[in-house]
Structures are given as C-alpha cells and as structure tokens.
C-alpha cells in the first residue's frame, strides 16, 4: 500500500494483551490475572498460568489497584508489571512500619526504604525509577505535596529559577525549548558557587564568574556549548538586576568564548554513506527498527533538525497532500512536502510498529510507558546506534550530519544557496553561506591566477 493510499492514521494495536487488576477493598488483596498470552514463549514461561494473590497493607494499598490499572494501560510487559507492583506492596508495607502516611512521603523515604530493601535482597537497577514513578503518579492526583515528593536541594535556588523561566517567558518571549536550556546551564551554575546552601546572588563576585567559565567552558565542550553557557549566564545577570538581586552589571564582566561564525566547515557524512546506512535500514522489520527508518529518511530527505522531529504530531501529517507540518525555530511551522520512501517508512512505522498510545507525538519511546521522545539527545543516540550498526566508519555521528550531507549534495547538484536556505528553512542567509566552503568548484570559478610562473 502507498502512503499516499494510507487515509486516516490509526496506530497498531498493542500486541501484548493487558492484565485484568480486580482489588478488593477494604483488605487490600489484588489478584492479577497473567492467563492471557504473553509476547513470546519466554514472556509465557515467566509469567504465571494462574491469578495471583497479593496482599497488601500500609498507606498504599487503595492506591496499588488503579496504579496497577495505570501500569497495565503503559503497555508494560507482564513481568516488569508484576516487579513494579510488588515493589510498591512491599514500599507500602515499610511505610506503614514506619507510621509514615501516603501523604508525607519524601525522596528521603524512597532511600531508605531502599536501603533497608538492599541489606536483605539484591537491589536492582531499576528499583530506584519504579518507585519514583510510583511517587510521581501518586503526586499528580493530589495524594503526595508537590514539595514533598520532590527531592530536597537549595529551595531559594529552585524559587530564583521558576521565577527566571518566567521572566523568560514572558519578558523576553522566548521559547519553552530555550528556557528550558537556560535553566538548566543556571542551575549547575548555582550549585557549583552555593551547593545546596542558600543562594547569595548580592555575594557573586566578577571573579567567581570567569573562574567557573574557565573551569567549565572549555573542558569537554564544543564552541556551541560554550557559547550557550556564557549567553545564559548575561542572561540571568541581567534578570538578576531587572529584580533587584544584584546591584552589579555582572552581565559585563562575563567573557566571550574564543569562535566565531562562518569559522567551521561543515561536518557531514559522505554521500555514499548515507546511501548505505539507508540501505541497511531496509532491512530493520522490529517496530524499533521501523521507527529509526523512518526517522533517517526524515533526517536525510528533508533535513530536518533533532528537535523538529520530536516535536511531530499525528495531526501534523496530511496523507491526502503528501505533506508534513514542520514545528521549527522560533515557532514556525512550514508543510513540506513529503517524499515516496519517508512517506512509506512513516506510514508502515504507524501501521506496524508505533505502539498503541494516548500519546499524540509520531514516534514514540520503544519500551514502556510508551511516550514521545524525550528530547534531540534521543534522535542523536538513534542515529549513532544506526550508524554503529551499519558498520559506518565517521567522525562525528549525530543527526545534524545528515543536514549538513543534504545540503552538499543539493549544492553539487547545481542548486543555489538561496535554494538550499529554503529547504533547511534558514532564517538568516548567513546560515546558508558555510556550505560555499565546500563547493569546490565554486571556489575554483573565483579563485586568483597565481601571481608569476610556478615552480
């Protein structure tokens, strides 16, 4: 079937069956029914032929079965279902031995409950997540305080930052994304002066700015990181004096990160590559496998960057045009047109790999809970494990290479760099002029004879 053909989007039915929860209240028993199939002979060997009984006491149990109900609509598997609930029996049965109400818990009594859980058992890897998720839940219905559930740090530091996103937001307009970044360069930032003291903004002196910049910048970082770090930190100082926390322009005193625009080539993986790194991706049938497909069409096809490819939504896909609603910077969204093998790789990603979600993100997270994608970071780990896979041999293996490696070829082909600007939807013409570093023959056309005779 062409995608074009594909009509009205409907994601795959979830394969693995969920649970059936029943909770008898007020005792507190739940009995899990594992009789429906399991994915695959190793699921059904492990999982139990017959309903299982589990008793549950302390502050938790009228909670246990509508968050076992919760587990079994995530789409886990019956195993890592059955571990996630009896963690939480046995968390709610420390808790009632500990006179703690369901009300009260804190990160501090996650901890130790895992630590008691550890002197008697081997503690898993994972136990730490479940029981987060537990408590996450938990406070999203009200039952835990935001303040309490959440772990304990510099509480003024945490005040300052939510009320810097919100000048951010709306003083400056910037976008969720953007604060987002900022935030978290500024939170690093104060708990590098002030650990988990209070802040004493009025205390920062000129000199512990360009220390810490010093330290931090150049270790481990690219020009763009670095530059990112001292443009928040201007940022927050001028916020800081906006509100009267500091009384010096400690904006001025924060230096500039030795790079400029226009210095770099851009790095971008050979032609011949790409073609065979698409290549090899036929031949991925798992749902994950169908999912990387489609999301290295993408980045090859259209150029599009890690962050606009998280952001897609079914509602952004029009399969009577053949056109994709692209979620750019600074809040753009421009239909693109969509090409025959991304269209095909997407509609059988939606038909016979996507998960079955509430969630209304195009791709999705390949284990439970079956969310989007975090963020760009993950699109780059898609693209890296791809290439590792395919047993490309490149320098750099992030996805903004394929971008880069669009843009040469359209340039080789004779397209011009407005044209190619407006494919990768630059903003500024500036942006476009790099890739004429790379156009040999360009450069040869205005290239200057040789003065004298040659050698």
């Known amino acids: ?12 039915a979830c394969i693995l069956a969920s649970p059936v929860v029943k909770v008898r209240e007020p005792v507190g028993i739940v009995f899990v029914d594992w009789s429906r199939p399991a994915l695959g002979w190793r699921m059904q060997r492990a999982c139990r032929k017959r309903p299982v009984r589990l ?24 195993v890592s279902y059955w571990k996630k609930t009896f963690l939480v029996s046995e968390f709610s049965r420390w808790l009632g031995s500990e006179r703690i109400a369901a009300s009260e818990i804190t990160a501090e009594h996650e901890a130790a409950f895992l630590r008691d859980r550890a002197r008697c058992r081997i503690l898993k890897g994972g136990d730490a997540i479940s029981l987060s998720g537990m408590t996450g839940w938990l406070r999203d219905r009200g039952v835990v305080d935001d303040e309490a559930a959440l772990p304990t740090g510099p509480s003024g530091a945490e005040e300052i930052l ?17 604060i987002e970044n900022y935030g978290g360069y500024i939170r690093r930032f104060l708990t590098s002066l002030c650990g988990a003291d209070e802040p004493d903004l009025a205390g920062i002196s000129a000199s512990q700015v360009t220390d810490y910049i010093r330290r931090n910048a150049p270790h481990d970082q690219t020009f763009a990181q670095a530059k ?3 443009t928040s930190l201007r940022s927050f100082f001028r916020f800081a004096r906006f509100r009267d926390y500091i009384q010096t322009d400690l904006a001025a005193v924060v230096p500039s990160v030795a790079g400029w625009s226009m210095a770099s080539i851009p790095r971008a993986m ?6 065979r790194l698409l290549a090899e991706s036929r031949t991925w049938r798992t749902p994950a496998g169908r999912r990387d497909r489609a999301i290295l069409l993408l980045l090859a096809r259209l150029g599009l960057r890690a962050r606009e490819i998280v952001r897609l939504e079914l509602d952004d896909i029009d399969w009577s ?3 994709l609603t692209v979620h750019g910077k600074g809040r ?3 239909p693109l047109p969509l090409p025959h093998d991304a ?9 016979d790999g996507r998960p079955e979600s509430a969630c209304r993100r195009v791709f999705l997270r390949s284990r439970a809970p079956f969310d989007g994608l975090g963020s760009h970071s993950d699109i780059c780990q898609i693209v890296h494990r791809a290439i590792a896979r395919a047993g490309i041999k490149v320098k750099v293996t992030g996805a903004h290479q394929l971008r880069h490696a669009l843009a040469m070829d359209m340039l080789r082909q004779g397209l011009s760099l407005t044209e190619i600007g407006q494919m990768l939807r630059h903003r500024s013409p500036e942006a476009t002029r790099r890739y004429a570093k790379v156009d040999l023959d360009g450069l040869r056309a205005v290239a200057l004879p040789w003065p004298g005779d040659l050698p």
């Open 321 to 323: 045009r053949g056109w």
């Open 343 to 351: 269209g095909e790789a997407l509609a059988s990603y939606l038909k």
């Open 162 to 178: 939510q009320e810097y996103a919100g000048w951010l937001r709306e003083e400056r307009g910037l976008a969720p994304s953007t």
């Open 270 to 275: 050979p032609t011949d590559d790409v073609r």
């Open 332 to 334: 753009q969204e421009r």
């Open 1 to 12: 079937m062409s995608y074009a053909e594909f009509g009205t989007m409907l994601s795959s």
């Open 55 to 78: 008793r549950v006491e302390g502050p938790l149990a009228p909670y246990l079965g509508p968050y076992a109900e919760y587990l079994a609509d995530c789409g886990y598997s019956q």
């Open 228 to 230: 990112n770090i001292v």
